[in-house]
DNA sequence: CTGTTAGCGCATTCAA
DNA sequence: TTGAATGCGCTAACAG
């Protein structure tokens, strides 16, 4: 591999002129700055980013930390991350940290051992309050899905609540009343805050949502969403239309539905929320709460990087809105 | 953040020790050990990675070129490279290269900079040549998903002809003669050799493919499958069955076919090909070819890190096969 | 505008 | 078994 100094030598000038070329600043005479650019070419010389990071300290890296790249959602958050960082020339780490605090913590670990001073973390396990301890640690680590009111201007969030409102609303403006919910076991955050959501926006209607209404899947996939379902089939709960907590919920209720011979949107409306690619492959096609993840992250990986570079910055809050896109599984009852 | 020198200070020995115990080789005394692991431990000294990457010569790092992450079947490929790394205390690179030659070349060129020195390459535009180019200049260089002659020993693929065999007896086994096949226009290699199976098994059934029994989509995704299958059907083609060139343009013609009010599978039959997520997401569930994505970027991680750390291995091939995946998309002919 | 000097944090000789 | 010395490739003062 060839470096800087065989550059250096070839040119016949000093290193530091070369540094300074490659790097792009700083004063070099023009003919001169032309002469090691040609040697550079020919050379086909590249920067050691380890020894670039090693002696400037900071490796123009972020991190990115989710559960799982192969998750759709995920893998689109790490290339929204990707995005906000083509101009800056940063390269994005993502580190795959799935199923416990200890994962997450050991995630974080890795990046900072690279010494990546901006990150884009995605927790699911970590306590409010691990996670404080950790911001004050690192000064370019940003939140991204969740709100911690002592880091607001740490976070990127969703509006959950008013999302699943809008989601109600949606069915409710179809002339629909009998709304059943299905809901993650583990009722996480967003879990609690959407369920909260639909029960505001009935509320405003004049409905109250019955517990048994609510569906609760063990896990927050396909097969949660079938269960869900299912054990309101058993229940004899009776419904038109079901909001899923998200997309692929929303997929297993339909599955589970068309198990009994039941049809979407015919028989019973269904809305779900992500807006996952997943959400296009089912017939119907489902109508879904867009969720501008790529956006989010492209925007919090820019603010990793601000932080990183400029700690303190202004105190600004980052709330995103989720919006209705609609499509053909659920059903119109106020037109007919 | 605190150094080796920080460690070797507070415990009272020299740096190399401390260096010593942090990588658990050399000798080091029982009690001085124990000491020195306190005071790391303490201290929350953690290496400085770029730092041992510039002076080792190599980075400990293993990087992925794939067009996109938030690709599903790319999402799970980097998964699967991630995997084979953990035991190996290497960290993975995700570097995305879509659309071009030189974005391609471009990401090879970025990894090289991080000295990673093994490398998992899914390429979609670079010339055999430019590949053995490539390969020559890095040791640890393997491609997935492709096939070079020259250098088979560092290609990690898929039979794709026998598993579009596979795919096509399994329609006949089922009773089905008028099959149709829904392609993609830019036919990549493994569309040529996909469709290549299907007519060599259809040949040994004394079936001929017909020009015309070929859908073509402009692009391998949803729409073009929905293309296709809308081409044929303007055609006035009759078909009982179709095998699509993946599961993407596979659940396009289950939405074309249903927007004609085309049952599947009563109507027509239709299996996919790659086993993705999305497969199960439709309706009918699609029988499709898995396609072992995970295990094989697994392998094809190791193979790169041994070829990175000692070039002249074995010239064994690195082949794998798909197999069917029989779900509700192919309805039995025979047994009727 | 350009070169010289001095490290960045660490692994690795070589002595002791 | 341990420590002192050296340098990986590069940037950042500082001189000139």
Redesign the pocket.
């Known amino acids: ?8 030598r070839v040119a ?9 070329v ?2 792009k ?9 032309a002469k090691v650019q040609k040697v550079i070419d020919e050379l086909g ?8 990071a ?4 900071k490796s123009n890296s972020l991190g990115v930390v989710i559960p799982r790249v192969s998750m759709p959602f995920f893998g689109t958050l790490a290339c929204g991350a990707e995005e906000a960082t083509i101009e800056n020339q940063y390269r994005v780490l993502i580190s795959n940290a799935l199923g416990s605090e200890q994962a997450e913590l050991d995630a974080i670990d890795s990046l900072l051992q690279h010494r990546c001073g901006a990150i884009v973390f995605h927790s699911m396990y970590c306590s409010d309050k691990t996670l404080c301890e950790l911001a004050e640690k690192i000064p370019g680590l940003v939140f991204i899905n969740r709100f911690i009111s002592k880091l607001a201007h740490r976070c990127v969030w969703l509006d959950n609540n008013l999302g699943a409102q809008e989601a109600t609303r949606h069915l409710l403006d179809k002339g629909h009343t009998e709304i059943a919910v299905i809901t993650r076991k583990d009722m996480n955050p967003d879990a609690q805050v959407r369920l909260d959501g639909v029960r505001t926006a009935l509320n405003n209607a004049g409905i109250k949502l019955a517990d048994s209404m609510i569906g609760i899947g063990t896990t927050a996939d396909m097969d949660g969403g079938r269960e869900a379902v299912e054990n309101l089939l058993s229940a004899g709960i009776k419904f038109k239309a079901i909001l899923a907590y998200n997309d692929n919920m929303a997929i297993g209720v339909v599955h589970g539905l068309d198990a009994h011979g039941i049809r979407v949107p015919e028989d019973v409306s269904v809305v779900g929320f992500d807006d996952l690619l997943i959400s296009v492959a089912c017939i119907p096609e489902l109508t879904t709460m867009h969720y501008p993840v790529r956006e989010m992250a492209s925007y919090a990986a820019n603010l990793a990087i601000e932080l990183s570079e400029n700690p303190n910055t202004s105190g600004r809050t980052h709330l995103f809105m989720p919006h209705l896109i609609e499509r053909n599984s659920v059903a119109d009852l106020a037109s007919s």
Chains 1, 2 share one sequence.
């Open positions: 591999m060839i470096t800087i100094k065989d550059v250096a016949g000038v000093s290193t530091s002129t070369v540094s300074r490659v790097r600043q700083g004063k070099v005479g023009k003919t001169c700055r010389y590249r920067p050691n980013i380890n020894a670039q090693l002696v400037s300290k």
